[in-house]
C-alpha cells in the first residue's frame, strides 16, 4: 500500500499556499528589519555569533526553548511567530507583534 502521509510542514504549503519560511529566515527577516549583525543579535541573546549563523543558514535546524524564548524577546515576536506556527498574514498587518514570550 502507497504511503498517503504528507508532513505537517508539507500540508501547511498546501493549505496555505506558497512556501513556508523556516525558522531561520524569520530570524534573519526579522534581525535586518532591526539593523543588527548576527554579532550584535548573538551578544543581546547571550549566545555564539556562529550559532546564529547556523540557525539562519539552516545548519542547525534545532535549538532550546530558552534560546527561542531569548530570540524571541530580543526581536521583539511571539514565540510562535518564530517557530512558524503561523505566517506573517495571520498576525494582522505583517509585522511581528509588539508583545514576546517572556521568562528568557
Do not use: F
Amino acid at each position: 500500500m502507497e504511503n498517503d502521509t504528507l508532513s505537517l510542514s508539507r500540508m501547511c504549503v498546501i493549505l496555505l499556499g506558497g512556501d513556508l519560511m523556516t525558522i531561520g529566515q524569520r530570524i534573519r527577516k526579522r534581525r535586518q528589519e532591526l539593523g543588527w549583525s548576527q554579532r550584535e543579535l548573538a551578544q543581546r541573546v547571550h549566545t555564539r555569533q556562529a550559532t546564529i549563523a547556523d540557525l539562519e543558514r539552516g545548519a542547525q535546524q534545532e535549538t532550546s526553548t530558552a534560546l527561542i524564548r531569548r530570540l524571541a524577546k530580543v526581536l521583539g515576536v511571539t514565540s510562535d511567530w518564530l517557530i512558524g506556527m503561523y505566517e506573517d498574514d495571520d498576525q494582522g498587518d505583517g509585522a511581528p507583534a509588539d508583545v514576546a514570550v517572556g521568562g528568557a
